[in-house]
């Protein structure tokens, strides 16, 4: 359902009847049997049960949200079982920060990939969870009993936070599961979500980088892709198949389900389901929203990264290993840095603006006629909420961006600080043990030479854009004081620092004091930058926020009554797992050029470029693709697929959800959109948005006959 199309002509009247269609969605598992007629039409040929059943092994126990352990509910990315002994493909991106953390200079798995040929091989990696859905419910009417009209923002709030608490625990009593209550719609619906969490998931393989990330920046957010972007993981449990941590005792988790991975032929029009766990989206943006994301948000993000990503290409280039330690925060850097400036032009080539004002004057028309007030002033309150709340969001990203996220010095000293200084007020002894083990993990993947270049380059940066009256003292005072020379205002920042390398650390923990760290001009700094990053916060009313946050859910809340009965109507993405469905289809990009479904290896070598560079080819590719060793993995006309795109709705968290066809068989791995569609997460534009997939046979021809793993092949099912 395209909100472009939630307000149209018969707004105007809540007697006129609406016939439009949804054409869009990330829906809820336990309410797709309200879309059962239409993915019957689009080639579904299971039954809602199939996709979700508390009572019998369906496709959701097959669908892995990937996670961090102090963090399960929110998942970075989606994985799917596909074998009997817990076997989990995803993204190659997905992946690649593990192997980052195992790779040396003698053993570098970003550039030469990595494969257990056994499962004593297998690499553990603490902190990674996998998280799978054990069954959901709509909470709504139980939270709303503690709720009043008359509440104000705070009390709400924790009247929510009181009764979600409750729901969960009572969720999950003697069992071993977790739970979490989401919000939807803006805070009008509730649903609960119960897990079950591993938490000892082990790399099992991955493609060289030049595969893997073939393409790079460039080929980011585009078609046509020829990208391999997949790795494998295992989900380990004890004896008794239950989550625990790492063990050499563990045993491969024994799913529910797992699904069969397709060889078969892909055609264009053959249907085409995504499930995973799709980050966020803001479909019920208004335009005063969307002018903050455009001019601030996105444009501000994009200018910032610049800076970083310059750097870190040059540095990355000239030392192997400097791109190893640098590699995973570089790739987690460029993604949105390439997102926020396509999305901008997305957002303006498709007017997005006209089209959230042209909701905003319907919406008003419809307010008109409703008893309650609350539905004719939702729209004042937002606007009035982002006017207050715009010089603290710029000020943010340069503070956010550029000084806490930007160089990595500055907050590593102010964490290392303030935790020094809170053990020593509570005059114990510090845990050095703990702060030792932190800094090793830090430094490892840290070159001081690197992040002062970045530092300097920041700190100008900031200095010269940021407003005046908010920009830190200490950098109006290194301006003052080294005459703009930021190279030597930084190299004596560092040098006087006890947290600016290991060994000035090393020095410090034998003999930890107080005035030490007061005095420490890096310290000071980041606490500085931290300070006034909350403090920007701060500077915002309660009120304000308060009425931003209300007329928001007033607003949604109007919207969703103007379609009751009317639409289908999915709420935001918010990191739960959901199911779009579509099809396998070409489109046109732009006028007079049609972009056709699929992709094959002869792409990967006409865009072949030289060693090191974003279109590296490996040369054992190169042989066996002038052998045309393809094994059988080739579509009818003989080609080696490798990529295809369908119009399935899918955001960020999504990367490595399985593309799965209508009987139930995985066909592809999703991993990116197109930029002519970078709209997508507020305002969804069906001519346009395509979800771009590996092709499952390219994943299983690298595991077969590029790596010779065939102890994985022959514990999938693989059907033809």
Same mark, same amino acid.
């Given at each position: 359902?395209?909100?472009?199309?939630? +307000?149209?002509?018969?707004?105007?009247?809540?007697?006129?009847?609406?016939?439009?269609?949804?054409?869009?969605?990330?829906?809820?598992?336990?309410?797709?049997?309200?879309?059962?007629?239409?993915?019957?039409?689009?080639?579904?040929?299971?039954?809602?049960?199939?996709?979700?059943?508390?009572?019998?092994?369906?496709?959701?126990?097959?669908?892995?949200?990937?996670?961090?352990?102090?963090?399960?509910?929110?998942?970075?990315?989606?994985?799917?079982?596909?074998?009997?002994?817990?076997?989990?493909?995803?993204?190659?991106?997905?992946?690649?920060?593990?192997?980052?953390? #195992?790779?040396? +200079?003698?053993?570098?798995?970003?550039?030469?990939?990595?494969?257990?040929?056994?499962?004593?091989?297998?690499?553990? $990696?603490?902190?990674?969870?996998?998280?799978?859905? +054990?069954?959901?419910?709509?909470?709504? /009417?139980?939270?709303?009993?503690?709720?009043?009209?008359?509440?104000?923002?705070?009390?709400? *709030?924790?009247?929510?936070?009181?009764?979600?608490?409750?729901?969960?625990?009572?969720?999950? *009593?003697?069992?071993?599961?977790? /739970?979490?209550?989401?919000?939807?719609? $803006?805070?009008?619906?509730?649903?609960?979500?119960?897990?079950?969490?591993?938490?000892?998931?082990?790399?099992?393989?991955?493609?060289?980088?030049?595969?893997?990330? %073939?393409?790079?920046?460039?080929?980011?957010?585009?078609?046509?892709?020829?990208?391999?972007? =997949?790795?494998?993981?295992?989900?380990?449990?004890?004896?008794?198949? $239950?989550?625990?941590?790492?063990?050499?005792?563990?045993?491969?988790?024994?799913?529910?389900?797992?699904?069969?991975?397709?060889?078969?032929?892909?055609?264009?029009?053959?249907?085409?389901?995504?499930?995973?766990?799709?980050?966020?989206?803001?479909?019920?943006?208004?335009?005063?929203?969307?002018?903050?994301?455009?001019?601030?948000?996105?444009?501000?993000?994009?200018?910032?990264?610049?800076? !970083?990503?310059?750097?870190?290409?040059?540095?990355?280039?000239?030392?192997?290993?400097?791109?190893?330690?640098?590699?995973?925060?570089?790739?987690?850097?460029?993604?949105?840095? !390439?997102?926020?400036?396509?999305?901008?032009?997305?957002?303006?080539?498709?007017?997005?603006?006209?089209?959230? !004002?042209?909701?905003?004057?319907? %919406?008003?028309?419809?307010?008109?006629?409703?008893?309650?007030?609350?539905?004719?002033?939702?729209?004042?309150?937002?606007?009035?909420?982002?006017?207050?709340?715009?010089?603290?969001?710029?000020?943010?990203?340069?503070?956010?961006?550029?000084?806490?996220?930007?160089?990595?010095?500055?907050?590593?000293?102010?964490?290392?600080?303030?935790?020094?200084?809170?053990?020593?007020?509570?005059?114990?002894?510090?845990?050095?043990?703990?702060?030792?083990?932190?800094?090793?993990?830090?430094?490892?993947?840290?070159?001081?030479?690197?992040?002062?270049?970045?530092? /300097?380059?920041?700190?100008?940066?900031?200095?010269? #854009?940021?407003?005046?009256?908010?920009?830190?003292?200490?950098?109006?005072?290194?301006?003052?004081?080294?005459?703009?020379?930021?190279?030597?205002?930084?190299?004596?920042?560092?040098?006087?620092?006890?947290?600016?390398?290991?060994?000035?650390?090393?020095?410090?923990?034998?003999?930890? $004091?107080?005035?030490?760290?007061?005095?420490?001009?890096?310290?000071?700094?980041?606490?500085?930058?931290?300070?006034?990053?909350?403090?920007?916060?701060?500077?915002?009313?309660?009120?304000?926020?308060?009425?931003?946050?209300?007329?928001?859910?007033?607003?949604?809340?109007?919207?969703?009554?103007?379609?009751?009965?009317?639409?289908?109507?999915?709420?935001?993405?918010?990191?739960?797992?959901?199911?779009?469905?579509?099809?396998?289809?070409?489109?046109?990009?732009?006028?007079?050029?049609?972009?056709?479904?699929?992709?094959?290896?002869?792409?990967?070598?006409?865009?072949?470029?030289?060693?090191?560079?974003?279109?590296? +080819?490996?040369?054992?590719?190169?042989?066996?693709?002038?052998?045309?060793?393809?094994?059988?993995?080739?579509?009818?006309?003989?080609?080696?697929?490798?990529?295809?795109?369908?119009?399935?709705?899918?955001?960020?968290?999504?990367?490595?959800?399985?593309?799965?066809?209508?009987?139930?068989?995985?066909?592809?791995?999703? =991993?990116?959109?197109?930029?002519?569609?970078?709209?997508?997460?507020?305002?969804?534009?069906?001519?346009?948005?395509?979800?771009?997939?590996?092709?499952?046979?390219?994943?299983?021809?690298?595991?077969?006959?590029?790596?010779?793993?065939?102890?994985?092949?022959?514990?999938?099912?693989?059907?033809?």
């Amino acid at each position: 359902m395209k909100l472009r199309t939630l +307000v149209i002509a018969m707004v105007l009247t809540v007697m006129l009847p609406s016939v439009a269609r949804a054409d869009e969605g990330m829906w809820l598992l336990s309410l797709i049997g309200k879309n059962y007629d239409d993915m019957r039409r689009a080639g579904f040929q299971l039954t809602p049960e199939d996709i979700y059943s508390v009572n019998q092994s369906c496709l959701k126990d097959a669908i892995v949200g990937l996670g961090n352990a102090g963090s399960p509910f929110w998942h970075f990315c989606t994985g799917e079982i596909i074998s009997s002994k817990g076997l989990v493909s995803t993204n190659h991106h997905c992946g690649y920060g593990k192997l980052q953390e #195992h790779s040396t +200079v003698e053993h570098d798995y970003l550039r030469d990939g990595f494969w257990a040929y056994t499962m004593e091989q297998e690499l553990p $990696n603490p902190g990674l969870t996998a998280s799978i859905l +054990v069954r959901m419910e709509d909470v709504t /009417a139980k939270v709303k009993e503690s709720l009043r009209d008359d509440m104000s923002e705070g009390d709400r *709030e924790a009247a929510i936070k009181k009764v979600c608490s409750q729901i969960e625990e009572e969720a999950v *009593e003697g069992t071993k599961y977790a /739970a979490k209550v989401k919000p939807m719609f $803006n805070g009008n619906q509730f649903f609960l979500f119960v897990h079950i969490i591993y938490r000892d998931v082990r790399l099992v393989g991955a493609p060289p980088s030049s595969m893997g990330k %073939f393409g790079g920046d460039t080929d980011n957010w585009s078609w046509p892709r020829h990208t391999c972007d =997949f790795s494998m993981f295992r989900i380990y449990t004890d004896k008794d198949g $239950n989550p625990a941590d790492y063990s050499q005792d563990n045993i491969p988790l024994e799913p529910k389900h797992h699904l069969p991975v397709s060889a078969g032929e892909l055609n264009d029009g053959d249907f085409a389901m995504v499930m995973g766990f799709p980050g966020t989206t803001d479909r019920f943006l208004t335009s005063y929203g969307l002018e903050e994301t455009m001019d601030i948000t996105n444009k501000l993000r994009y200018e910032l990264r610049t800076v !970083k990503i310059n750097i870190l290409r040059e540095e990355m280039a000239a030392d192997q290993a400097t791109r190893i330690k640098y590699a995973s925060k570089y790739a987690s850097c460029s993604n949105y840095w !390439k997102y926020s400036n396509e999305q901008n032009k997305a957002l303006k080539n498709l007017n997005t603006m006209g089209v959230k !004002k042209e909701v905003e004057k319907e %919406f008003n028309n419809w307010a008109r006629f409703q008893r309650s007030p609350k539905y004719s002033n939702a729209l004042g309150l937002i606007k009035k909420g982002y006017a207050a709340r715009r010089s603290a969001e710029e000020a943010n990203m340069y503070v956010l961006e550029g000084l806490l996220t930007g160089p990595e010095a500055p907050m590593f000293a102010t964490r290392l600080c303030r935790s020094f200084q809170r053990d020593l007020e509570k005059d114990k002894e510090a845990d050095l043990s703990r702060y030792e083990a932190y800094a090793a993990n830090f430094f490892k993947d840290y070159d001081e030479r690197v992040d002062r270049r970045l530092s /300097a380059a920041f700190f100008e940066y900031v200095y010269t #854009h940021m407003n005046p009256d908010i920009c830190p003292n200490f950098l109006k005072d290194a301006h003052k004081k080294y005459k703009g020379n930021w190279e030597k205002y930084v190299n004596d920042l560092y040098s006087k620092s006890i947290f600016s390398n290991q060994e000035n650390l090393g020095k410090f923990l034998l003999k930890p $004091n107080a005035k030490q760290l007061e005095k420490d001009p890096l310290a000071a700094a980041g606490m500085e930058a931290m300070d006034i990053y909350f403090g920007l916060d701060a500077s915002v009313s309660q009120e304000s926020k308060d009425e931003l946050q209300r007329g928001i859910r007033d607003f949604t809340d109007g919207v969703l009554q103007i379609n009751e009965g009317k639409k289908l109507m999915a709420p935001d993405a918010n990191s739960t797992i959901r199911l779009t469905y579509g099809n396998v289809m070409s489109y046109e990009p732009k006028d007079g050029l049609i972009a056709k479904h699929y992709t094959t290896m002869k792409g990967v070598i006409d865009k072949e470029g030289p060693v090191g560079t974003e279109f590296e +080819v490996p040369e054992h590719l190169k042989e066996l693709y002038a052998q045309k060793n393809f094994g059988n993995y080739t579509n009818r006309r003989g080609e080696m697929p490798t990529c295809f795109i369908t119009n399935n709705d899918i955001t960020g968290g999504n990367s490595g959800s399985p593309v799965i066809n209508g009987k139930g068989v995985l066909i592809g791995l999703a =991993f990116d959109g197109n930029s002519e569609a970078m709209s997508g997460d507020i305002d969804f534009e069906e001519n346009l948005q395509r979800c771009i997939c590996l092709d499952s046979r390219y994943m299983l021809w690298v595991i077969d006959v590029y790596a010779g793993a065939r102890n994985l092949i022959e514990e999938m099912d693989i059907v033809r």
